[in-house]
C-alpha cells in the first residue's frame, strides 16, 4: 500500500494539476483508467475513477443523474430528439423523439440508436447498422441535462423578473418594495456602474435590456449551477455551446447596433492608403477582431465555472480516492478536510459567478460602446 | 474533445431559450422596471428642484425681511436723532430767551432802581429843603434879637447852600 501511494497522489496531482491549467484531460482519464487497473490489488474490488467520477458531473448527459444507491441509478430522463440520415436503420422515420429512460444508462439500443460508451463518443448518440456496427452520428437535438439547466433558471429567472416588474408597475413613482427591491439595485448598478461609463450618456439606454438580460441569465445560471440539488447544479455556463450562444449574442447586438462610425472603421479605416489596398490588412484585422472579442468572452465564462465545478468535484472525490486506497477509514477521515475545501471553493465561486457575469457584462458594453460611437 | 465542442444540439435550443428570454425580458420585465426607475428619478430630480426653488424663495423673503427691518431701524434712528436735535434747538432757545428775559428784567429792575433813586433824591431834597425851612424858621423864631445880623447870616447861609 505505501509503495503505491506515490503513484496514486502523482496521477491525482496530474489531473488536478491539468485541470487548473486548464489542459482538457479526457485523454488524461482514459490514462488514469488503464493505469489503475493493473495497479490494483486483489483486495480492492472497486476502483474509483476519478476522472471518470469528475467528468460525469461536468459534462452534458442525455439524462439528468442524481443519485446512485448501491446499483441502481436514479435520475431523470431527458427528451432525445434526433434527425438521422439513414432512415432504414431507424424503422423508416428521419425525426425520432423519445425518452433517455429508452437507453437504460446505455445499456439498451432503441431504435436502432446507442448511447455510447466508448471513449471517442461517449455520453453520445451513434448509429447502429444491422450488425451493431457504429455508423455515424445523428442530428443530435434532444434536450440535454445542461438545457433543462438552463429552461429551470431561465423559469427561476422569469418568474423573479416577472414579480418585480408587476411590483414596479404596481408602485409607480413610489419607492421599490419586495423582489422588486432586491432587483432594481442590481439595475441601477449595471446602469451606473457598466452601461454609462462603457457606452456613454447618450446611447446607453438602447443596450440596457441586452446588458440586463446577460447578466441575469449568466449570474442567476452560474449561482444555480452551484446548488447540488435537483433541479438546480446543472453545469449550464460551464458548457461551450451555452456560452457560445451568449457571447454570440454579444456579437450580434454589437453589430446590428453599430453605428456607420463603426463600420467605417472596420472598413475604410482612416489609415494610409497601402494598409486596405490592394491587400485589405487593417479590414481583415478588424474583422479578426470583431470575431475575436465573442470569442473570448465565450472561452473566460466557459473555463470558469468549468473550472469552479471541476475543483469542487476534485475536493469532494478525494474522499473516495482515499477510502479506495487506503480503506473506508481513511476515506471518512479525509472527508472532513474535503468537504471543508469544497465548501471553501463553493463560496469561492459565488464570488467568481458574480465576477464572471460582471465581467461578461462590462466587456459586452464596452463592446457596444465601441460600437455605437459616433467619434473618437 | 468534447468538453471544448460545442454541441450542436445544445447550441440550437440554448438559441431559442435565450432568443426568447432576451425578447420577454426586454418587452415584460426591463421595460416596466426601467420605466418605473426613470419615472421615479424624474420625479425625485423634480422634487429636489422644488425643494431648491422653494429654499432660494424663502432666502430671497428672508433677505427681503431683513432688508426691511434695516430700513425701518434706520428710519427710527433718524427719527430720534431729529427728535434729540429738535429738543436740544428747544432747550437751547428756551434758555437763551430766558437768558434775554432775566436781562430785562435786570435791566428794568435797574432802571426802576435808578428811577426811585431819583425820585427818593428828589424829594429828600424837597425835604431837606421843607426841614430847612423850619429850621430856618426856628432859628429866625429863636434869634429875633438881632433880627438884621441873622437876616444876614440866613440869607448868606442860604445862599451857601448849594443845592445838589
Known amino acids: 500500500m505505501k509503495e503505491k501511494m506515490p503513484v496514486n497522489s502523482k496521477k ?26 493493473p495497479a490494483k490489488n486483489d483486495h480492492e474490488t472497486e476502483s474509483f475513477d476519478t476522472g471518470r467520477f469528475i467528468f460525469e458531473h461536468v459534462l452534458d448527459a442525455h439524462e439528468w443523474h442524481i443519485a446512485t444507491v448501491g446499483n441502481r441509478h436514479i435520475s431523470v430522463p431527458l427528451p432525445v430528439i434526433l434527425y438521422t440520415k439513414f432512415p432504414e436503420l431507424h424503422g423508416g422515420k428521419k425525426f425520432h423523439v423519445f425518452l433517455s429512460s429508452e437507453f437504460h444508462h446505455g445499456h439498451t439500443d432503441f431504435q436502432g440508436f446507442h448511447l455510447s460508451t466508448e471513449e471517442e463518443n461517449k455520453g453520445r448518440i451513434v448509429e447502429l ?24 433558471s431561465v423559469l427561476v429567472l422569469f418568474s423573479l423578473l416577472f414579480a418585480a416588474a408587476h411590483s414596479a408597475r404596481k408602485n409607480r413613482g413610489r419607492a421599490p418594495s419586495g423582489i422588486h427591491n432586491f432587483v432594481e439595485p442590481v439595475v441601477v448598478f449595471i446602469r451606473d456602474e457598466i452601461a454609462k461609463p462603457s457606452i456613454g450618456e447618450k446611447n446607453y439606454k438602447k443596450f440596457m435590456s441586452p446588458l440586463l438580460t446577460l447578466f441575469f441569465f449568466i449570474l442567476l445560471n452560474n449561482l444555480l449551477g452551484l446548488i447540488p440539488i435537483f433541479p438546480f447544479g446543472a453545469n449550464v455556463t460551464g458548457n461551450i455551446a451555452i456560452t457560445m450562444v451568449l457571447a454570440l449574442f454579444s456579437f450580434f447586438v454589437t453589430n446590428i447596433k453599430g453605428s456607420k462610425h463603426y463600420w467605417k472603421e472596420v472598413f475604410n479605416p482612416d489609415v494610409p492608403l497601402w494598409l486596405k489596398f490592394p491587400i485589405p490588412l487593417m479590414p481583415i484585422l478588424e474583422i479578426s477582431g470583431m470575431i475575436t472579442k465573442p470569442f473570448v468572452l465565450m472561452i473566460r465564462l466557459f473555463a470558469n465555472m468549468l473550472a469552479g465545478h471541476m475543483i469542487v468535484t476534485v475536493f469532494l472525490s478525494l474522499i473516495f480516492i482515499f477510502s479506495s486506497l487506503m480503506g473506508p477509514a ?20 459565488v464570488l467568481v459567478s458574480f465576477i464572471q457575469a460582471y465581467v461578461f457584462t462590462l466587456l459586452s458594453a464596452i463592446y457596444f460602446g465601441m460600437a455605437s460611437a459616433e467619434h473618437h | 474533445m468534447e468538453l ?10 440554448m438559441t431559442i431559450i435565450f432568443g426568447l428570454v432576451a425578447f420577454v425580458l426586454k418587452k415584460f420585465a426591463w421595460k416596466p422596471i426601467l420605466h418605473a426607475l426613470y419615472e421615479r428619478e424624474e420625479s425625485i430630480e423634480n422634487a429636489l428642484n422644488a425643494a431648491q426653488k422653494a429654499r432660494s424663495e424663502v432666502e430671497n423673503l428672508t433677505a427681503e425681511n431683513e432688508q426691511l427691518i434695516a430700513e425701518a431701524r434706520g428710519k427710527k434712528d433718524a427719527i430720534i436723532k431729529e427728535a434729540i436735535t429738535l429738543r436740544d434747538g428747544i432747550i437751547a432757545e428756551a434758555r437763551e430767551k430766558a437768558a434775554i428775559e432775566l436781562q430785562k428784567g435786570i435791566e428794568n429792575a435797574r432802571n426802576q432802581i435808578d428811577h426811585e433813586k431819583e425820585k427818593a433824591i428828589q424829594e429828600m431834597k424837597n425835604q431837606i429843603t421843607d426841614l430847612s425851612f423850619i429850621i430856618a424858621e426856628k432859628i429866625i423864631r429863636n434869634e429875633m434879637a438881632d433880627k438884621k445880623q441873622h437876616q444876614e447870616l440866613v440869607s448868606k447861609l442860604i445862599d451857601e447852600i448849594k443845592l445838589n
Open chain 1, 129 to 152: 447498422d444491422k450488425q451493431g456496427q457504429v455508423v455515424g452520428r445523428p442530428i443530435d437535438l434532444s434536450i440535454t441535462k445542461s438545457i433543462a439547466g438552463a429552461i429551470v
Open chain 1, 12 to 37: 491525482l496531482l496530474t489531473v488536478i494539476l491539468m485541470i487548473l491549467m486548464g489542459i482538457l484531460p479526457v485523454e488524461s482519464q482514459s490514462e488514469v483508467g488503464q493505469d489503475s487497473l
Open chain 1, 330 to 349: 481513511a476515506g471518512y477521515g479525509v472527508s472532513p478536510v474535503s468537504i471543508g475545501f469544497a465548501v471553501f471553493i463553493t463560496l469561492l465561486d
Open chain 2, 4 to 13: 471544448v465542442t460545442p454541441n450542436v444540439g445544445t447550441i440550437f435550443w
